[in-house]
Structure formats: C-alpha cells, structure tokens
C-alpha cells in the first residue's frame, strides 16, 4: 500500500510560480514511478510529469516542458512540481500517483497505469 498527500495549491496571477509537494508512504516498489497528473473541469485527467525514482529520468507534457520541473526528495520520500510561469490553462486539480518503475517507460501515460493516488491540490490561475 502507498499513501500519497499533496499540498501546496493556491490561487496565482499568470506569470506567478507555485511549488506543489506530495508526501508519500507505503512500499517502496509501488514507487518506482511517480507522476503529476491534473484535471480541469469538464476535460479528462492528464500526464503532467513522471520521474523514475531510482535512475532519475523524466517526462513533461509538452505544454509544460520549460515551465515545470519534476524532483524528489528519496531522503524525505516527497515528489515536488515546481510550477513558472503559469498560465490560466494550467488551472486544474493536481494529483500525485504512483506504480513501480516499468511504468515510467510507458509511453503515453494513462491514468490505469498507476494504481495510488492521492486526493489532489487545487491551483487556480487568473489573468
């Protein structure tokens, strides 16, 4: 079993920065692979950003590529998004989740590719 808890949402004007964090416990197995995922009202959830924990290696969706980073904390067991730049579009629920390492290499990502989630952090953006 894995436990995850974002935090870190808010409301920012666009060209502003947030920093999202996701506290995770449980099996390291089931975290091989973490993700960010987001979902706006009315549209289906998507990949925002992936890190394999052991090797290090990510992706961005491309809309966000240059804009957020994915990193981790393994000492504290946290993932982090750092957020730039941000734009209305980025308005969403974001959630944290995670399955073993193979899944990193999945390509795309898909949301039954990872079976822990965590409740979300909303960030809100106006122009």
């Known amino acids: 079993q894995v436990q995850l808890v974002e935090s870190g949402g808010g409301s920012v004007q666009a060209g502003g920065s947030l920093r999202l964090t996701c506290a995770a416990s449980?099996?390291?197995?089931?975290?091989?692979?973490m993700a960010w995922w987001r979902q706006a009202p009315g549209k289906a959830r998507e990949g925002v950003a992936r890190?394999?924990?052991?090797?290090?290696?990510?992706y961005y969706l491309p809309s966000v590529e240059g804009r957020f980073t994915i990193s981790q904390d393994n000492a504290k067991n946290t993932l982090y998004l750092q957020m730039d730049s941000l734009k209305p579009e980025d308005a969403a629920m974001y959630y944290c989740?995670?399955?073993?390492?193979?899944?990193?290499?999945?390509?795309?990502?898909?949301?039954?590719?990872?079976?822990?989630w965590g409740h979300g952090a909303q960030v809100s953006v106006s122009s």
């Open positions: 989740a995670s399955d073993r390492q193979s899944v990193c290499y999945f390509q795309p990502m898909r949301t039954e590719q990872y079976t822990y």
């Open positions: 449980g099996t390291t197995y089931s975290r091989g692979c």
């Open positions: 890190i394999h924990t052991d090797l290090g290696f990510t």
